[in-house]
């Protein structure tokens, strides 16, 4: 055997060049003023435990609990998950029009893992995935590490935050492997219509496309809206929808995630058996959550998800009131998950020149955090977490107004 290394020359893999998160690059440049004299508010995270007013219900806890005493939960599970987490998970999302057994379900590392899962199973090299604009950063992290390019359709403030269908189909071709469509929205807060859906579904069906479907915020959905499975709304396109704990059960830190395989028509057969196959890489997620999953999903009481949903529309309507009178930020009303785009009307200010320069200098003079609209790849907006304490938030929007007053022309 010979070599030619003279010298140590270790390279980094393709895969880990391509990984990138823009979020961090962006925030990392907003710096802490070392001399505020005001508290830090962030409204950057979204992460609704962080403030201490959205706690887990004390049923989840013995859930866990249950399983922790019982010695019984410590070893390897199944890669794909325990038939018993598998099953609650079926049964609490099956509907008629889109039934679900313990074999369409995968569990993964978080909803996160999950997508990472349906893009590897879905993506090849040189293909094209379309992806929302303003949208979830990860999308386009994940379709990078697998050389697969990220085209984006446009969603339209307007409209609230629907998608321009007829810009989705031109981006189509015979590369397009998928079309990943997150309702509720992350950044936008939106919640689509049945009709809107059934849209996306048509062009869906019209190319031949298969849908991801990110329904991570399912259910947290504010009032005069309703949350309509994609799965449920179609008989022909083949969806992998993806949840988990995550958000509706305020467990981000459980890392618990799922697929739901909703195949047509033997369309997602190879999909199928290719997932259960990527699921021996991991071996699942944490096996103490999943022995508690079927008493979470069957037994935390419907009070609540009530709860949960009170608190963020109260903190909805302040926020729609609040902003609305600052000159030069214009909010979209939000209609779900945990989060609020507002649009910064820089052409009103005199030494403010992007999202960018308005979320660093609102940070440095205001001690306030938000996540510039370029996070999104949607420039001139900013993203509000709307889950602070209604105090803080209170506080947040009086300091952006002061802000505001300051910097305009």
């Known amino acids: 055997m010979s070599s030619d290394r003279a010298a140590w020359n270790i390279k ?12 961090r690059a962006i925030v990392d ?15 950057s995270i979204g992460d609704p435990t962080i403030f201490g007013n959205f706690n887990v219900d004390p049923s989840i806890n013995d859930a866990v609990a249950k399983q922790l005493n019982s010695f019984k939960a410590n070893g390897y599970p199944p890669a794909d998950g325990t038939l018993a987490a598998r099953t609650a998970i079926a049964q609490a999302n099956s509907d008629p029009a889109a039934p679900l057994t313990a074999n369409d379900v995968i569990l993964a590392n978080g909803c996160s893992g999950a997508l990472e899962m349906c893009i590897n199973v879905l993506c090849n090299e040189g293909q094209n ?37 007829a810009q989705m189909e031109s981006l189509i071709d015979d590369k397009t492997s998928a079309i990943l469509v997150n309702n509720p929205s992350n950044p936008c807060g939106s919640v689509y219509s049945r009709q809107h859906l ?48 995550a958000k509706k059960w305020l467990v981000p830190g459980w890392r618990v995630g799922w697929i739901m395989i909703h195949d047509r028509n033997g369309a997602f057969a190879e999909i199928h058996n290719g997932l259960h196959q990527l699921a021996q890489l991991i071996l699942g997620p944490n096996s103490l959550i999943q022995a508690a999953l079927p008493d979470i999903l069957e037994k935390t009481p419907a ?19 609040e902003v609305a009178k600052i000159d030069g930020m214009v909010p979209v009303n939000p209609q779900g998950a945990m989060y609020m785009m507002v649009r910064i009307e820089v052409e009103k200010f005199k030494d403010i020149e992007s999202d ?34 209604y105090d803080r938030l209170e506080e947040a929007y009086k300091r952006m107004n002061e802000f505001c007053i300051r910097h305009r022309k």
């Open 12 to 23: 980094a893999s393709r895969t880990a060049n391509q990984a990138h998160n823009p979020i």
């Open 29 to 43: 440049k907003l710096k802490l003023n070392p001399n505020a004299t005001k508290p830090l508010i962030s409204l």
């Open 129 to 165: 995935i379309l992806l929302p604009r303003p949208g979830f950063s990860l999308y386009a992290s994940l379709a990078a590490t697998r050389f697969v390019e990220p085209k984006y359709y446009n969603l339209l403030p307007e409209q609230n935050w629907e998608a321009d269908l």
């Open 198 to 245: 059934e849209a996306i579904l048509a062009l869906a069906e019209k190319y031949h496309v298969p849908v991801i479907a990110d329904e991570i915020y399912c259910d947290l959905v504010f009032e005069g809206s309703s949350f309509f499975p994609m799965a449920s709304l179609t008989s022909t396109v083949p969806v992998l929808a993806v949840g988990g704990l």
């Open 303 to 321: 009070s609540f998800y009530q709860e949960t949903i009170k608190q963020l529309e109260s903190n909805v309507e302040l926020s729609m009131r």
């Open 356 to 389: 960018v320069d308005f979320s660093a200098k609102l940070l440095d003079e205001e001690n306030v955090v938000c996540l510039p609209g370029e996070c999104f790849n949607y420039p001139n907006f900013v993203r509000f977490v709307i889950t602070p304490t």
